[in-house]
């Protein structure tokens, strides 16, 4: 490396260094940050026609961050979330550049400044108890895929899960004697316990049985015994929605993803009555806004709340401060 160009190894830093020495980001976040990278250069190399070993930190401005970020949201069909995770791998790397080399401050403040982009707020998709029985009626439980399959889908509505706590799962984080309960370890390195119903342990001990694993090996694996991927399940589950649509119209209307498991046992647990504060343990929220989220979604909830107070009734008189003609005719004033 040349002295002239400090990129390289100002990157071999904020991986090795500054990510995984100082921080102890997650292994999930760190091939997160990897990824956008890799996205990012190739982007501005292409650009710059040029290859990647010779890109220098000059190169990357921020007129090229805000071009990347406008190509990864319309040109390969990102979200404005992942738009906003990119934004986010890259702002952290400058942001320890400025740092480390004084020199380019300048450039640093100006992709820092690029602001998150605001995304509309829209209600969670969850499934109502009826279309969660449609999905897991699907899977061919005679086969090895298809009890994997049911065992997944049935263990991540029972925990709420996120895909990839379930997929990083292993055997000895289960206990199977009563009362049965999971270890999860979800963002932030952040470890939960949740309870498990008796129907999903003996789904996980048969899957265990079929094909047995290491107390410290994954539990959900593909047909060659490596790990599911999260795209994995989003195919598979894909089928059996559309299959299950066919008997439950419902569905087609809905797009569903694993995620949508972890919604329908937040919605569903408000809807049986459970305590605010006790779901939110149970799903790993960090705040509790974000939990309060699911019992504004709960449109069953909602109606049985109005069914407890009476309509109004109409005595026939005027209110009282449409009978105070001069508070009115000051009103009109303003």
Known sequence: MSKANPFPELMRAFFYEWLVEQRNASVNTVRSYRDTWRLFLR??????????????????????????????????????????????????????VATKDPAS???????????IKRAPISEPCYL?????????AQPDQSTLEGMRDHALLSFLYNSGARIQEALDMCPEAIRFDSPSCVRLMGKGRKERICPLWPETVILLKKLLERQPRAPDQRL??????????????????????????????SLQTKHVTPHSFRHATAVHLVSAGVDITVIRSWLGHVSLDTTNHYAKANLETKRKALEQIAAPVSTGHLSSWKRDTSLLAWLDTL
Request: glycine share 4%; aromatic share 8%; with cysteine.
């Open 220 to 249: 959900f694996v593909n047909r060659y015994g490596e790990p599911l991927s999260a795209s994995g399940v989003r195919f598979k589950l894909a089928v059996y929605v559309r299959a299950a649509a066919e008997t439950t119209p």
């Open 105 to 115: 401050i300048a450039q640093c403040v100006e992709i820092l400044n690029i602001p």
């Open 43 to 96: 982007f501005v190399a292409d650009r710059a026609k040029k290859k990647v070993a010779i890109i220098s930190l000059a190169d990357l401005t921020a007129a090229q961050v805000a071009a990347f970020l406008r190509h990864a949201e319309h040109d390969r069909g990102g979200t404005i979330g992942t738009r906003n995770c990119r934004l986010a791998a890259i702002r952290s790397f400058f942001n320890f």
């Open 128 to 136: 109502d108890p009826p279309e969660v029985a449609a999905i897991l």
